[in-house]
Each structure stands twice: as C-alpha cells, then as structure tokens.
C-alpha cells in the first residue's frame, strides 16, 4: 500500500484492495475464515435476535461496503425527521451573525460570522435565528474584558451609538465589566469576568427568565416576567466599545458548558456524530487487535503500540473505514467532539509525548488515506479547536487542562509531514499561534484555586521615611518571619507547576525550529523564518493605524520569553557540534546583516535615516569596507520607488475583504473570535510590496546577490553554502570572522529584540501595577493598624469604622498577594529576568560591533538602541524587589559597556533621529543618578570619558539643552552650598507619586567627572566662554519666563471673580523655575571647579562674563528676596503644579555662587568680583541681609547706601500688582527666610561663610558710598545710563560703559550709534577740568 501520488486525482475507492482467495499469498491478505473472523471482530452487529446468526455468515472484502453502509445506517433518522423543523426556533441554520441588517455601528466581523470587533463607540449586533417558545442557550467567548452588554433583545429594539442590548425595554444584558444587569435600569449582578472566560446566555421561554453562567457556575436568575406573546421572539445579541472582541457559539461546536434542559440555537450534527462514533469504534477495534496468521487467531494487544506496518488486510479494513470517515472530519463539530476528545484519550496515561508514538501512527494513517484536501481541512480544524481549548480552559492549580491541551498540540507537531503543512498554511496563517505560548493571569484568585496552593499570604511590612520597603527589615518578628516563608514556600509550588506549562510551550517552539526536517522537503525551521519575519511586519506596520490587528502584548511577552529559551536551546546544540563557533551567551547580531538585504526591517528607521538614503549617500563606504556595491540605475530606480511607496502601501493598505459592519471596511488579520480563522490576509499586498528588497547588491567579482521575497528564500540564502556567506554576506573590515554554528538563529534573534521593542517592554512596565497596589494597601494597612492603638477607648464609633477599614485592606492583600505570586512567576521570575538580561547583553555586543564598522553604523536600525535601554531600564525597575540585578552574572560589566554606549552615542553624528537622540540623552540623565551606574561611566576609558564631558560642554543653542544641563547637575549634586537634598525642604511631609524617579535619587556627585569638567574649561578658553555664554543666556530666558508667568498666575488670583489658571501654564511656570535652579547650579559649579574663567581677567571674556553673572545673579536675588513682592505671594497660594516652587533651593543656588567668589577665592579675584557686584545698579545689600533674615524695616536706609551709582529702579513685575497688605514688622505670624533655619540642610562651616560675605559687602559698600563722587548725567553711559562712560569705540570714537560695549560685541560687530564696523575698544578716562 502506498500513498498517493502528487496531483494524480484517485478516488477513495482506488485504494480498496479486492479478495484473491487463490493468491492469499501474493496479495498477503490472510485466509478467508480469519478474515471474516476478522471483520466480524472489527465491525459486530448490533442488531439483537435470529437474524444475528444469518449475519454471521463469512464477510469477505467484497461485501465490507455493503455491510459497513449497513451498519452506519442502522439508528438513522428516517428522511422526514432529518429536516424537521424545532418548535420554538425561527431562522436559518446554521446560525451567524446577521451582518446584513441586523447591526448598529461600526464592528469587524470573522470570516465564519462568528467572531466580532467593535469599531466605533458602542456597536450592536444580533444573530440570524430567534426563538420564541422552548429553553435555548448559545455561548460567548470572552476575548477581551473590557465594556459589553451581552444577551437577547427582540427584533423592535433600536440601538445606537450610545444605547445598546439591554438599554432598551425589550433588551436584557449582563454586564461583567461592571458586574450589572441591564434591562433599562441597571443593577449588580454577577460576577467580573476576563479574557478567557466563557458566558453562557439561557432563556427560557416557558417560564420567562433569562439566566447567565460564567464558566459553566450560574449566576442567578437575571431577569424574570420577561415579554412573551405573540409576535415576541428573541436574538442573541451583543454591544461592545471600540476594541472590545468575543466570539459566539451558537452550537456549531460542542457548547463547553451544557445546562440540562437547554438546547443549543443551532442543530448538532446528530446523524454524522452518531456515525463517527461508531467508526471511531471500528478504529479502535482495529487499533486493538492483532492478526496472528501461524496460529490463525485473533490476539487482542494494546492500541499503544500499534505500528502502521503495510499489511494488507489491516489496511485495507481501515481504507473502508476511512471511506467513510474522512469526510465527516471537515466537519468542526465532529473534530472537536470526537476526534479531538479520542486523541486526548491517548495521552491521558501521563508520561512523555515520546511515549506515546500512536498519535504519530494515526497521522500516518490519516495522510494515506485521506485526500490532502481532507488531511489539511481536518488538521486546520483540529488545531483551532485545540487552541480554544487552550486559551478558554479554566485555570486551576496544577494547570491540568491546560497541559493536557498542550501535549496534544506537541504530539501533532511532533508529525513531520503534519508540522510542516500546519507552518505552511494554519499555525501563522489562520491561527494566532502566539495564544500557545500565552499563560493568562487568573483575576479570580478563588476560582484559580490559589487559595489552597498558597495558604498562607505575606506582604512588606516595615517601610523607610519615603514609604520605599525596606531591603533588609531588622524589627521582623518570628511571626512575620513564619508568614513570609510559607508565602515563599506556596509561590515556589506555584512556579514549579508553571515550569512545566512553559516546557511543554518550549517543545513545540523546538519542533517548529527543527532544521535537520528536510527529508520532506524545505526544514521547519526556514518555514517558521519566513513567517515570524511576516508576524513582525504586520506588528511594527499596523502600530499606530489599526491597533486591533496587533497581537496583544501580554502574549508578546510569554512568546518572546520562549522563544529566547527555544533559540538559546538550539544554539548551544549546535555550538556542541561545531565547538569553534560563538556560544548562545555571547550572542550578537552581525552588522551585515542590516545592509546587505537578505533580512528585510520594512519600514523601520534606521540610526542614520531611510536605508535608500543611506545606501545613496554611503554606496563608497559599501563598496570599500564590504565589497557591495550598488549599480547607480538601481539607486536612481530606487529614489522614484521611494517617492511613491507612500503611496502604494496607503492604497494596498486600504481595506479589502470581507466587508464589515456599517461600512466598508475590512478584517484586520488578528482580529476576530478567540477562533481566529480568518481567510482573507489583511494587507497582504502592502505586505509583499515590503518583503521585496528593492535594491539588488553585488559583490565584486563575485556571484551576484540574490534579492528574493521573504516567501521565496532557500536555505542557502540563509545558511550559505561555498562561495557564499548566506546571511553574513558583504562583512566589514572592521568585524572579526567569526564562526556561527546556525546562521538562521541570527535571524530570529534579531526579530526576538524587534518583539521586545514592539510591545513587550511596554507590557511589562504595566504589569508593576499588581506590586504597586500591594505596597499601597500595606502602607494603608500599617496606617489603619497605627491609627487603631491609638484610638480612644471612649470612641467606639471611630474604632469601628478603623476595623472595618483594616478587614477590606486585609482581604484586598490576601487577594493581591496571591495574584502577585502568580505575575512573579510567570513575568518576573528569576528566569524571565535572565531572558531579558541576556537580550541587554546581545544589543550591547550587536552596538558594540556596529559601532566598529564607523560610516555603515548608520545603517542599524533604530530599535537596538532602544532596546538596550528599554531592558537596563526593566531590570533595574520592574524586577525588583522580588530580583536583585546586582545578582546577574557580569553586571557590572555591562553596566559599563551601556554607559561607554550612552556616552558615545548621544552626541553621535552618524545618529540623526531626533527621538533617539532624546531617548539617549534621558537615558544617560537616568543613568548618573544612581551610584552604581554612575560608578560605570567613570569606569569607561577616560578618553571617551573626556569625549562625553566636551560633549555636554557645548553652547546650550539649537540642541535640546536641558536634559544636558540635568546630567551636569547630577554630576554636581552633593558639592554644592546646601545642595546634599534629596527632597527640598518644604515637601518632604507630601508622599512623592514615585520615589523610584531618578529625581529623588541620594545625591551622588562625581569628583572625576567634575575633574575632567574643570580641565576641559580651563584649557579651552574659547570653548569655556561659549558654554558659560550660552548658560547665562538661557538663565536670563528661563527667569524672565518664570517672572512673566506668576505675574499673571497672581492677576488670576487676585479676581473676584475666582478663575482657574490652566494647569498647563502652572506646570510650564514649574519647570522654568526648576531651570532656572539647575543652571544657576551649574554657574556653581563652573565657578567652583574653574573660577579663573571669571575672575582671571587675562582671559578675552572674563570681564564680561563676571559682569553678566553679576547683573544675573542681582536680579533674581531682587526678585525674590523683596518685601511685599510677588514671589512670595505665588509661594504662599502653595497652588497644586507649583510645589517646587519656595525660596530655598534659588536662594541658596545664588548663595552658593556668591560664597564662592567673595569668600573662597584668592584676595584679588574676592576684590574684582566684589567690585562688579556693586557697580551692578541693581545690586541692593538688604537682599544679601535677606538671606540670614536680617532684612525688614532697616532695608530702606540699606537700600538708600547701596550703590552710588544707582538710579531708581521701577520694579514692573512686582509692585504694582497687588495692593498693600501689612508689612512684616506689624504680622508676627509671617516669617522672613533665613538659612539659619535649615539646620539639617546648611551646615555651621557654610553659614559662618555667608556671615563673612555680608560683613565684607557691606563694609565695602559703605567705603564705595564715601570715595564715589556724585556723577554728573553727562558722564553716564548712553546705552543704560547706570555706569559712567568708561570705554571709546575706534576708529569712530563714539563712547559707551565697558559692560554695554563687550555684550553688544558678543553678538555684533557695528557701532550703537553709526554703524561703522568697531576695529577695537580702548579705555577711556575723562580729562581733568581746566
């Protein structure tokens, strides 16, 4: 017996085997008495009586069809009951959705009219079949638990975009996102349901009630007393918001739940399911029996070990069988009601798929006596039951269902022939296969039986000043010590029965990346290639456009995880055989690869721009570091491709297809029921345009690169072969020849680290949440605990109320615990944490030889980047405290290796996105915060330590300056003048919103850095004044904004008529505050590390810049130090927006600059600098006073002797706002700022130095008031009349003071007054009167 031949079109009954009684010999069929024995075995009467006798007569291959016809026919519905309409049902079958008129909105609706979407604001939609007498129930399959109205509604109900199933009287609905029932009005109802669940929707029509169930438990009675009459029939009928998916079971497969009484709305294939019981019966009868020809008897034997051996009479039996029962397994019903339930029986024993080589046998089978059109209908049918099986089974603790579904799923995948056909055209086609590898979160902890799997519930008790839980707790009691161990105890138990799920979901991925499969043609694992690059695409092309056609990120997630243990499992087996090539732990992708177009990244940016771009403006680069080169037509064909691709994809992305509700639009292709058969590809043209590289490369006299479609890939474009280096074709000069044992493992590594990008990150950032809540309910709890020991006895009504409130935080713990030891297990395990380390460690390395490569970096795409950080960023936040990234093997040194990348990167030219630079740039920001990293950045080499720091030291102009300003901070913090916070002052009773930011980090200054910093500005004279140019500048902007802003936040207040100021405005007001205290943290810092850049006037700029920094410092010192003024007002409506907002952390900023000049420098610099400030006209000694709070009522007389010069000084932004309120002599309860009362902030050495400075300007303003003579207006400059005339102009002798004439020339080389270039600035003095 042997298979069909390819494409030879045979009937079933070619391959019955006619009886040659005289030839038993040549045709190896066994006797005629044995094999009527035989048959008589395998298909027994059922009819009863004397007839049973006559049957008994021998049956010989000749009459086995009559017979088998005979017995199938025996129990069937005579032909007037066949078509027999039920009572009580009005419609069509089978039953479906009505996508004709029976909907209201916008909705995406399956291919089997099963399945939908909503796609507009609230969607209905009814089935094709009503009912109207009887007890009927149809199923829905929860895909997505967001807002929908599930039930029956009659066919007078009208819906709308805001009213839907059950909104109107004769609707009724339940409700599981609010746990309510609606008919109406609404009440609760039920239970919250999740994705995964299953909803059973009952009505019974004798009685006039409808019921719900969820999962096969009632919830009750829902509705009674419902209309019933005449001319009232009720659908199955549903609304949904936009995105939310489900899919029906109107009883075209077996219902999951049967409710006795209760009939399905669609007729189950009762005839046909009768029948393949029966031949399933023969098969197994078949299965089990042996025919031992010596001895001429029948032997029973164990179906186990039966072997499809090619003897004729066995097959020939099952080819009449399967005469039969090949056309019913098209059938999804039968599928998933018999053969389905039979092939689950087979593996019920336990033990290892391996053991159990029937299933193996069966496909066999079933590929030889099938036509392929059956074998592919009923494996197509097969595994989509399968996969429903899986995702909607409830979860119990061992997992049980779950498990059993997933051997099954191995045992067919362990099928070459089958494998390779379900790769080709279901697993990524028709199927979202990802739902395999998915472990869904129970929301009920109850349900999922955690209760008896972890009894005993533990969370953090003991937290730090900043509500942080403590690492190492030292008051935990023997009690709390217990509790927590048994919680361990329980999550292990969990965890390990988790592993075995997540080994089983490892198996099938290996199946599918089996590569030595090539006896049947291609290998499975160039077919999964192929695939998983046309999954990323429609994943990273339909972001952001149709949200619906994504696969969901909580699968992203369990799949990226699998298949990174998958990979690293068949790397390594593949490195033993080929010793000499790169171990999986060292695995990084080739930067080949991302030129030389055998792997296709769509659309997806690149470090340097477009690819075609590139491959214009880098074709040299090509040519000579990688022997590619690109013929110019190419190019050019290339540039008009480029122009109008836009607008092909826009026009092949349009919407095809199926047409869906309300509109013309088409099925996305992961849309739809949790069934997920979809026949049309959505975008599949869009897809093919993208596949295709556009540009095919050469090699120089070498064999010409081969541009196929992904479709159209062999193994040897991949894997290479002599001559030809597959993927790694066209490698560098630069890279090392290294060996890689499987070539198409880079490939799917590098589409593991775009899954990450995709989706996954984000994923994991949310799941934190259920961590979050727990520390917030224990905080409350201890909180509430606290507040109970301390209640008086006497207020027994408060006490309860405590008590009441320490129950529901107690009972939301032991719920969230429970739920929390499941997400550490299945997302943050120790295990997981190592997946996505190791993937850090391959984008590090992946950079790192990219980066070798100098011009072709540009050709990497942005995503590795972006992973990098994403993943430094998730083990160092979302991890914890279950994992410690300190325990990762090599850490330090790949903190490192990332900070020598950020430090590089963030400034490189080769690097023109303007997002990834920012990305970069917040990425080192975040990353000096903490001692750790930080400590990895001095650990770089010191050339690109120095490279970074003259990075940062740039003019603050046409770049994004602030977040290079925050590092410089950062690097300062914990040097400055009272700058050791880690919180300011006045805030640290408020509860930060996270005390993770990298903000609220200790202080953590870096003296190297500092050092590197003060060399850079001291030997560059020209860079020093540019920088400190640009600061000063920007200082003035962020001021004058800040100034402008609370000027009008104050106007707002003050009206009567009590409008609100727009939180926008507050936050903007914010942040120009908080920037105008980190550049003056800076002007600290230069000043400190570098003060000769202001104070050695041998320098070209040091003058000005002293006198700028005076002017600037003056101002802001006036501004917020003035009696009355408006600063302190818009301080004190403490408005929510402006919390950062006080007088300290500006204050001590000027302090500290001020300190540093007139105190701590040598004895000339102390003098110039004193000096400058007072010649400054707006320099007023109360507003030094006003630091140590010694301001008030002497200020006047102060202020009078401040500056000789001075003239009066309106000040606009202030006075004249409000009207007068007492001042502070006469309101005892206003107190003035003062450093002496931040003790825990200023230390004893730094106020005594403030002290000093105010002694010193004031003497030396008093002897600057005695030896000034009054100046006559003449003298005074006519640019700002506040200095006397103290410079000429050549060679146009115009005058002006020296401070106006050096900042005109800063920007501009033309005279104030004639516009003749100036050639040169000598000091002038005025002739002596004659």
């Known amino acids: 017996m042997s298979s069909k031949g390819g494409g030879t079109a045979l009937t079933r009954r070619n391959y019955r085997l006619s009886s040659d009684t005289d030839k038993p010999k040549a045709t190896g069929v066994v006797n005629e008495r044995l094999l009527s024995d035989y048959l008589h075995h395998v298909f027994p009467c059922t009819t009863q009586g004397p007839a049973v006798a006559s049957l008994r007569s021998p049956l010989g291959f000749q009459d086995l069809g009559a017979h088998l016809e005979r017995l199938l026919s025996e129990g069937e519905p005579a032909e007037d009951n066949k078509d027999q309409v039920i009572e009580g049902r009005l419609g069509p079958q089978p039953v479906v959705l009505d996508h004709t008129s029976g909907f209201e909105g916008l909705l995406f609706v399956d291919d089997d009219l099963l399945g939908v979407i909503g796609h507009s604001n609230f969607s209905s939609i009814r089935a094709t079949t009503c009912v109207y007498k009887g007890k009927w129930a149809y199923e829905v399959l929860i895909s997505s638990q967001g807002l929908m109205q599930i039930g029956w509604c009659t066919l007078n109900c009208r819906f709308n975009q805001e009213e839907g199933v059950g909104d109107t009287p004769d609707s009724y609905a339940y409700d599981g996102n609010r746990v309510r029932k609606w008919n109406v009005t609404t009440t609760n109802y039920g239970k919250s349901w999740a994705a995964g669940d299953i909803v059973s929707c009952l009505i019974d029509l004798d009685e006039g009630t409808i019921t719900f169930c969820l999962n096969g438990q009632s919830l009750g009675v829902a509705f009674t007393n419902i209309k019933m009459g005449p001319g009232v029939a009720y659908f199955p009928a549903i609304s949904l918001s936009f995105k939310e998916s489900v899919a029906f079971n109107f009883g075209s497969r077996p219902l999951r739940y049967l409710v006795e009484g209760y009939l399905p709305l669609q007729n189950p294939p009762t005839t046909d399911l009768i029948k393949a019981h029966k031949l399933l019966g023969y098969i197994k009868k078949v299965l089990s029996t042996s025919i031992d020809a010596q001895e001429e008897k029948l032997v029973e034997k164990d179906p186990a070990v039966w072997r499809l051996h090619g003897k004729p009479t066995v097959l020939i039996t099952l080819a009449h069988i399967f005469n039969h029962f090949a056309p019913l397994m098209c059938n999804v019903y039968l599928v998933e009601d018999v053969l389905m339930n039979f092939l689950l029986g087979i593996l019920e024993g336990g033990g290892s798929v391996d053991e159990h080589p029937l299933i193996q046998q069966l496909l066999d089978l079933f590929w030889l006596l099938m036509e392929d059109y059956e074998v592919n209908e009923c494996l197509k049918q097969l595994m989509m039951s399968l996969l429903r099986a899986y995702r909607f089974s409830p979860i119990i603790p061992d997992l049980g269902f779950q498990i059993h579904y997933l051997r099954l799923t191995t045992a067919i995948l362990h099928h070459e022939k089958s494998r390779k056909y379900l790769l080709n055209n279901v697993l990524f086609d028709v199927l979202r296969s990802v739902v395999?590898?998915?472990?869904?979160?129970?929301?009920?902890?109850?349900?999922?039986?955690?209760?008896?799997?972890?009894?005993?519930?533990?969370?953090?008790?003991?937290?730090?000043?900043?509500?942080?839980?403590?690492?190492?707790?030292?008051?935990?009691?023997?009690?709390?010590?217990?509790?927590?161990?048994?919680?361990?105890?329980?999550?292990?138990?969990?965890?390990?029965?988790?592993?075995?799920?997540?080994?089983?979901?490892?198996?099938?991925?290996?199946?599918?990346?089996?590569?030595?499969?090539?006896?049947?043609g291609e290998a499975s694992r160039y077919i999964f290639l192929n695939k998983f690059r046309k999954f990323l695409q429609e994943n990273a092309s339909n972001r952001g456009q149709h949200p619906t056609a994504l696969c969901p990120p909580e699968y992203m997630v369990c799949f990226l995880h699998r298949l990174i243990t998958a990979v690293r499992s068949c790397w390594d087996e593949a490195n033993r055989k080929s010793p000499s090539s790169i171990i999986s732990e060292d695995a990084y992708v080739p930067p080949q690869l991302f030129y030389n177009g055998k792997v296709d990244y769509f659309d997806l940016q690149r470090l340097g721009g477009l690819l075609s771009h590139l491959k214009k403006t880098l074709k040299d680069d090509l040519a000579s570091k990688a022997n590619i080169i690109i013929d110019p037509a190419e190019i050019q064909a290339t540039s008009m491709d480029d122009l109008d691709e836009d607008e092909e994809s826009g026009a092949a992305q349009r919407p095809f297809g199926a047409t869906a509700m309300g509109g013309a639009l088409a099925r996305p292709s992961w849309l739809s029921s949790p069934t997920l058969g979809r026949a049309n590809r959505f975008l599949s043209t869009a897809a093919v345009s993208l596949m295709t590289p556009r540009r095919p490369l050469t090699q120089p006299e070498k064999v010409k690169v081969r541009t196929l479609a992904v479709e159209q890939r062999t193994e040897e474009d991949i894997e290479g072969s002599h001559g030809n280096d597959g993927l790694l074709l066209g490698r560098p000069l630069e890279e090392p020849d290294q060996q890689f044992a499987d070539k198409s493992l880079l490939e799917i590594v590098d589409g593991i680290v775009m899954m990450y990008n995709l989706s996954v990150h984000q994923q994991l950032g949310k799941m934190v949440v259920v961590s979050d809540d727990v520390h917030e309910y224990a905080v409350a709890l201890?909180?509430?605990?606290?507040?109970?020991?301390?209640?008086?006895?006497?207020?027994?009504?408060?006490?309860?109320?405590?008590?009441?409130?320490?129950?529901?935080?107690?009972?939301?713990?032991?719920?969230?615990?429970?739920?929390?030891?499941?997400?550490?297990?299945?997302?943050?395990?120790?295990?997981?944490?190592?997946?996505?380390?190791?993937?850090?460690?391959?984008?590090?390395?992946?950079?790192?030889?990219?980066?070798?490569?100098?011009?072709?970096?540009?050709?990497?795409?942005?995503?590795?980047?972006?992973?990098?950080?994403?993943?430094?960023?998730?083990?160092?936040?979302?991890?914890?405290?279950?994992?410690?990234?300190?325990?990762?093997?090599?850490?330090?040194?790949?903190?490192?290796?990332?900070?020598?990348?950020?430090?590089?990167?963030?400034?490189?030219?080769?690097?023109?996105?303007?997002?990834?630079?920012?990305?970069?740039?917040?990425?080192?920001?975040?990353?000096?915060?903490?001692?750790?990293?930080?400590?990895?950045?001095?650990?770089?080499?010191?050339?690109?330590?120095?490279?970074?720091?003259?990075?940062?030291?740039?003019?603050?102009?046409?770049?994004?300056?602030?977040?290079?300003?925050?590092?410089?901070?950062?690097?300062?913090?914990?040097?400055?003048?009272?700058?050791?916070?880690?919180?300011?002052?006045?805030?640290?009773?408020?509860?930060?919103?996270?005390?993770?930011?990298?903000?609220?980090?200790?202080?953590?200054?870096?003296?190297?850095?500092?050092?590197?910093?003060?060399?850079?500005?001291?030997?560059?004279?020209?860079?020093?004044?540019?920088?400190?140019?640009?600061?000063?500048?920007?200082?003035?902007?962020?001021?004058?904004?800040?100034?402008?802003?609370?000027?009008?936040?104050?106007?707002?207040?003050?009206?009567?008529?009590?409008?609100?100021?727009?939180?926008?405005?507050?936050?903007?007001?914010?942040?120009?505050?908080?920037?105008?205290?980190?550049?003056?943290?800076?002007?600290?810092?230069?000043?400190?590390?570098?003060?000769?850049?202001?104070?050695?006037?041998?320098?070209?700029?040091?003058?000005?810049?002293?006198?700028?920094?005076?002017?600037?410092?003056?101002?802001?010192?006036?501004?917020?130090?003035?009696?009355?003024?408006?600063?302190?007002?818009?301080?004190?409506?403490?408005?929510?927006?402006?919390?950062?907002?006080?007088?300290?952390?500006?204050?001590?900023?000027?302090?500290?600059?001020?300190?540093?000049?007139?105190?701590?420098?040598?004895?000339?610099?102390?003098?110039?600098?004193?000096?400058?400030?007072?010649?400054?006209?707006?320099?007023?000694?109360?507003?030094?006073?006003?630091?140590?709070?010694?301001?008030?009522?002497?200020?006047?007389?102060?202020?009078?002797?401040?500056?000789?010069?001075?003239?009066?000084?309106?000040?606009?932004?202030?006075?004249?706002?409000?009207?007068?309120?007492?001042?502070?002599?006469?309101?005892?309860?206003?107190?003035?700022?003062?450093?002496?009362?931040?003790?825990?902030y200023i230390s004893e050495k730094e106020k005594k130095k403030v002290e000093l400075m105010l002694s010193f300007l004031t003497e030396e303003s008093k002897q600057a008031a005695a030896s000034t003579a009054p100046t006559s207006e003449e003298d005074l400059c006519p640019i700002c009349y506040a200095h006397s005339i103290s410079a000429v102009f050549k060679p146009c002798s115009h005058k002006s003071c020296k401070a106006c004439i050096n900042q005109h020339l800063m920007n501009n080389k033309d005279c104030f007054f004639c516009k003749a270039t100036i050639t040169g600035v000598e000091d002038y003095s005025k002739p002596a009167a004659s």
Request: proline share 6%; with cysteine; charged share 25%.
């Open 782 to 1240: 201890k909180d509430t605990e606290e507040k109970i020991t301390r209640c008086p006895v006497r207020r027994a009504d408060i006490l309860d109320e405590l008590q009441k409130s320490q129950k529901v935080f107690a009972e939301k713990l032991n719920h969230l615990s429970r739920r929390l030891a499941w997400i550490n297990a299945t997302i943050y395990s120790k295990e997981k944490m190592l997946d996505v380390y190791w993937l850090l460690c391959v984008c590090i390395r992946t950079i790192e030889h990219a980066d070798n490569t100098g011009s072709l970096f540009a050709f990497a795409p942005e995503f590795y980047l972006n992973v990098a950080m994403n993943a430094y960023s998730a083990l160092k936040n979302y991890f914890s405290p279950a994992n410690n990234m300190e325990e990762l093997p090599g850490y330090e040194e790949t903190l490192t290796h990332l900070a020598a990348i950020l430090a590089k990167h963030f400034a490189d030219p080769r690097i023109v996105g303007t997002d990834i630079k920012d990305s970069l740039m917040q990425a080192l920001a975040s990353y000096v915060c903490y001692p750790q990293s930080l400590r990895a950045v001095e650990r770089i080499p010191e050339e690109q330590r120095v490279a970074m720091m003259r990075n940062l030291l740039a003019p603050y102009e046409q770049r994004p300056w602030a977040q290079t300003n925050w590092i410089l901070v950062r690097l300062w913090r914990g040097c400055g003048f009272g700058y050791r916070y880690t919180r300011l002052p006045h805030l640290l009773k408020t509860k930060p919103e996270d005390a993770n930011l990298p903000s609220l980090q200790k202080p953590c200054p870096s003296l190297l850095l500092q050092r590197h910093m003060a060399e850079l500005l001291s030997v560059d004279k020209d860079m020093g004044a540019s920088f400190l140019n640009s600061v000063l500048n920007q200082l003035n902007w962020a001021f004058s904004e800040f100034i402008g802003m609370i000027q009008e936040i104050q106007q707002a207040a003050e009206r009567p008529e009590r409008n609100f100021v727009d939180t926008r405005q507050l936050k903007v007001c914010a942040t120009c505050f908080d920037l105008s205290v980190s550049l003056l943290r800076v002007l600290e810092m230069t000043v400190t590390l570098v003060p000769e850049i202001f104070l050695d006037w041998s320098r070209p700029s040091a003058e000005l810049l002293l006198r700028r920094l005076a002017q600037l410092l003056n101002q802001v010192l006036n501004r917020v130090t003035a009696e009355k003024n408006l600063f302190d007002r818009v301080v004190n409506l403490r408005l929510p927006g402006l919390e950062s907002v006080d007088h300290y952390p500006i204050l001590v900023a000027v302090t500290g600059i001020l300190v540093r000049i007139l105190v701590d420098g040598d004895r000339q610099g102390v003098f110039r600098a004193a000096s400058v400030l007072l010649s400054d006209p707006c320099f007023q000694l109360h507003s030094i006073q006003h630091l140590l709070g010694e301001g008030g009522e002497s200020s006047s007389s102060s202020a009078a002797t401040t500056s000789p010069n001075a003239r009066p000084v309106v000040m606009s932004l202030g006075s004249s706002v409000t009207p007068p309120v007492p001042s502070a002599a006469g309101n005892p309860e206003r107190k003035h700022f003062s450093l002496h009362a931040y003790t825990d």
């Open 436 to 520: 395999f590898f998915y472990i869904k979160t129970p929301l009920r902890v109850k349900e999922a039986g955690l209760e008896e799997l972890i009894p005993t519930t533990w969370w953090p008790t003991h937290f730090d000043k900043e509500g942080k839980d403590e690492r190492e707790p030292k008051e935990e009691s023997s009690d709390e010590r217990l509790r927590r161990r048994a919680y361990e105890r329980g999550c292990q138990r969990l965890k390990k029965r988790i592993e075995v799920v997540e080994e089983l979901q490892v198996q099938i991925l290996r199946l599918l990346l089996n590569n030595k499969d090539k006896s049947t």
